[in-house]
């Protein structure tokens, strides 16, 4: 049995929050990407971030990393070779095979950078909100700067 929420009242509070109503409803819906490859997503300060996908038996060649619409898009397709067709395996525990893997980018996240160690692949992104979004302080200065009153 399927858990359904209605995300309907959020929609009629929240004037703007739309978008945010809509991702965690396409979030919680049950057709859910495949767990291959493993990642992770580690916070390394408070605006950066890397995603760490395993990607054993993948060149850097057969990897493709894209940003699209808010969202980062990593496929990997396995180059066929004509050595792959004559092996015989007796236990075949590395998956090589072809992915694709999205995550939703939050607002001002954009990648920074890639590079594979080990086996990982690893992807950094940094958030960088605008100056005109950044709180900022206001000086009380005692006298109103409209129509000259004080």
């Known amino acids: ?22 991702l965690i409803e396409k979030a919680s819906r049950a057709d859910k990407q495949s767990s291959y490859p493993p990642y992770n997503i580690q916070l390394l300060t408070q605006d950066t971030y890397r995603v760490s996908m395993a990607v054993a ?10 940003t699209k619409q808010s969202n980062l898009i990593v ?8 050595d792959q067709t004559e092996k015989k395996f007796l236990h075949q ?13 939050g607002d001002h996240v954009k990648v920074i950078g890639a ?17 005109a979004l ?5 000086a009380i200065n005692g ?5 000259g009153a004080s």
């Open 143 to 147: 006298k109103s700067l409209l129509n």
């Open 75 to 82: 496929t990997g397709i396995k180059a066929a070779t004509k």
């Open 134 to 138: 950044k709180p900022r302080k206001i």
């Open 93 to 105: 525990g590395i998956a090589e095979r072809n992915f694709e893997r999205k995550f939703q980018l």
């Open 57 to 66: 038996g993948f060149s850097e060649q057969e990897l493709d990393i894209e």
């Open 115 to 131: 590079y594979m160690e080990n086996g990982l692949l690893h992807i950094d992104l940094e958030r960088e909100v605008p100056e």
């Open 1 to 22: 049995m399927r858990n359904t929420t209605d995300f309907s009242p959020l929609y009629r509070s929240f004037i703007g929050f739309d978008h945010l109503a809509g």
